[in-house]
């Protein structure tokens, strides 16, 4: 068993003397270790792997979530390693940080040199809202 992180698979086929290769991110989750924070950083590690950072190295600084505004309303943007599938994304949002539901709509989902970044805007209104991106493992 692998342990788990994002792993390149690639695929060869020949036929006569040529040779065809295509690629694949892979995602392996352990789930018995998926909330764990062995580097101490405050993230688990299903997100950390989920969003590209290594879990084996302290780097909360460089988590690659961005608040934006959207006239009034808060959008969440991310980022992370475009063709890795496995994962799954959701944005939520709250008016009180205790019941959350899915927020949207889902302003643009993009993908250059290798980054996937997804911008999402609060669906609700109100004076409060508070959005956050949970990362749950397939």
Same mark, same amino acid.
């Given at each position: 068993?692998?342990?788990?992180? =994002?792993?390149?698979? #690639?695929?060869?086929?020949?036929?006569?003397? #040529? $040779?065809?290769?295509?690629?694949?991110?892979?995602?392996?989750?352990?789930?018995?270790?998926?909330? &764990?924070?062995?580097?101490? @950083?405050?993230?688990?590690?299903?997100?950390?792997?989920?969003?590209?950072?290594?879990?084996?190295?302290?780097?909360?600084?460089?988590?690659?979530?961005?608040? #934006?505004?959207?006239?009034?309303?808060?959008?969440?943007?991310?980022? !992370?390693?475009?063709?890795?599938? %496995?994962?799954?994304?959701?944005?939520?949002?709250?008016? @009180?940080?205790?019941?959350?539901?899915?927020?949207?709509?889902?302003? &643009?989902?993009? $993908? #250059?040199?290798? $980054?996937?970044? =997804? !911008? =999402? !805007?609060?669906? %609700? %209104?109100?004076?409060?809202?508070?959005?956050?991106? !949970?990362?749950?493992?397939?």
């Amino acid at each position: 068993t692998a342990p788990a992180g =994002v792993y390149r698979l #690639e695929l060869e086929r020949y036929t006569g003397n #040529e $040779v065809a290769t295509q690629s694949f991110a892979l995602f392996v989750s352990d789930p018995a270790a998926d909330a &764990s924070d062995a580097d101490g @950083d405050g993230l688990p590690q299903l997100l950390e792997l989920a969003l590209g950072l290594d879990p084996a190295v302290a780097d909360a600084g460089a988590l690659p979530v961005a608040l #934006e505004w959207d006239n009034a309303t808060p959008v969440l943007a991310f980022y !992370r390693p475009a063709g890795v599938t %496995g994962p799954v994304f959701t944005v939520q949002e709250s008016a @009180d940080l205790v019941s959350w539901q899915p927020a949207g709509p889902v302003l &643009s989902d993009t $993908v #250059e040199n290798g $980054v996937r970044t =997804v !911008r =999402v !805007r609060a669906a %609700g %209104g109100g004076s409060r809202r508070f959005l956050r991106l !949970r990362v749950t493992a397939p």
